[in-house]
Nanobody
Framework: QVHLVESRGGSVQSGGSLRLSCAAS????????MAWFRQAPRKEREGVGG???????TMADSVKGRFTISRDDADYAVYLLMDSLRPEDTALYYC???????????????????WGQGTQVTVSS
């Protein structure tokens, strides 16, 4: 019912920036909380940031001060602006959505019903 498509991943040198995009479509896609997760090789998928339908946000400690999540309700899109990238940020980044999640809930994979296929971010030293 809900389709998520990530884009704008790529390769960048340490200290550089990228802005990821996620477009949502489908039934009532304008009433969904949205989030970004990432999964590096040999590691579990972890939450990066989330934004609910009231535009409240939460960010993981590892990216606070460097990454910013935002949404454009008119376009049914969510963005992740990544600054001061480090090699340890290298991962497959996933967009996620859920009709019920709020910032008071954990930013965990089991809290989200809908997922995109991921976009690769590679940061070289």
């Amino acid at each position: 019912q809900v389709h998520l498509v990530e884009s704008r991943g790529g390769s960048v040198q340490s200290g550089g920036s990228l802005r990821l995009s996620c477009a949502a479509s489908g039934y009532r896609c304008g009433t969904l909380a949205m989030a970004w997760f990432r999964q590096a090789p040999r590691k579990e998928r972890e939450g990066v940031g989330g934004i609910d339908i009231d535009h409240r946000t939460t960010m993981a400690d590892s990216v606070k001060g460097r990454f910013t999540i935002s949404r454009d309700d008119a376009d049914y899109a969510v963005y992740l602006l990544m600054d001061s990238l480090r090699p340890e940020d290298t991962a497959l980044y996933y967009c996620a959505a859920d009709p019920s999640w709020r910032v008071s809930r954990p930013l965990s994979v089991n809290e989200f019903n809908y997922w995109g296929q991921g976009t690769q971010v590679t940061v070289s030293s």
